[in-house]
């Protein structure tokens, strides 16, 4: 099992461009998270879908939109990109048997120029 | 958004026992949650308390209080690969993080 993927892992972007996250997960967990860490912070949560056909706003969601391609996919893109978005992104997923633990991928790490 | 406090950074030497404080002011949520994040890696599970009391696992204990609304994360025998960010969570089925402990573990 490959667990949680994110690509890409490095990003580079000018205001104004647009670009958008891929995460995937093949531990047939239900529901899956899209999260930012600034610096010296903790994970503030953007979008989450609870399930495979639902998505919901989290603390930080403006500026972003989401997508739940199917019960693997949950990607994340940014319109129209603002240097306040530069942030390490992670997405992560939890099953039903475990709902309390979520499993993180490796993340990606945006600068917005 | 929820309020979780965590000390911002804790220093302790190889073998001894750190806690590692969270208090928060929400309610109603399902459990507490633990992670540890190494620097320039994610987060990963460490330990969950859904009721009130001691979780032991290996090294690591949690505990938890709601009516006192504080939790903490006990480490035994540090290590200095122990040296990380550990970080509270509530959990609503979507989470909450806290702003992360930074602990330095020296020998």
């Known amino acids: 099992n490959a667990g949680v993927t994110q690509t890409p892992k490095f990003q580079v972007l000018k205001t104004g461009q647009s670009m958008t996250l891929q995460c995937a997960q093949d531990?047939?967990?239900?529901?899956m998270y899209w999260y930012r860490q600034d610096p010296g912070m903790g994970l503030r949560l953007i979008y989450y879908?609870?399930?495979?056909?639902?998505?919901d706003k989290g603390e930080v969601p403006n500026g972003y939109n989401v997508s739940r391609l199917n019960k693997r996919e949950f990607s994340l893109r940014l319109e129209s990109a603002a240097p306040s978005q530069t942030s390490v992104y992670f997405c992560?997923?939890?099953?039903?048997?475990?709902?309390?633990?979520?499993?993180f991928g490796p993340g990606t790490r945006l600068t917005v120029l | 958004g929820q309020s979780l406090e965590q000390p911002s950074e804790v220093t302790a030497v190889e073998g001894a026992i750190v806690q590692i404080n969270c208090t928060y002011q929400?309610?109603?949520?399902?459990?507490l949650s633990w992670y540890q994040q190494h620097d320039g890696g994610a987060p990963t599970f460490l330990s969950y308390?859904?009721?009130?009391g001691l979780e032991e696992t290996g090294r690591f204990s949690s505990f938890l209080s709601r009516s006192d609304s504080y939790g903490y994360l006990l480490l035994q025998e540090l290590q200095m690969k122990d040296s990380a960010s550990y970080f509270c969570?509530?959990?609503?089925?979507?989470?909450?993080f806290g702003s992360g402990t930074k602990l330095n573990v020296k020998p």
């Open positions: 992560a997923s939890v099953g039903m048997s475990s709902y309390n633990e979520q499993f």
């Open positions: 531990m047939n967990h239900n529901s």
């Open positions: 879908s609870a399930s495979e056909g639902t998505t």
């Open positions: 929400t309610s109603g949520f399902y459990g």
């Open positions: 308390n859904a009721l009130d």
């Open positions: 969570a509530v959990n609503f089925n979507k989470f909450y």
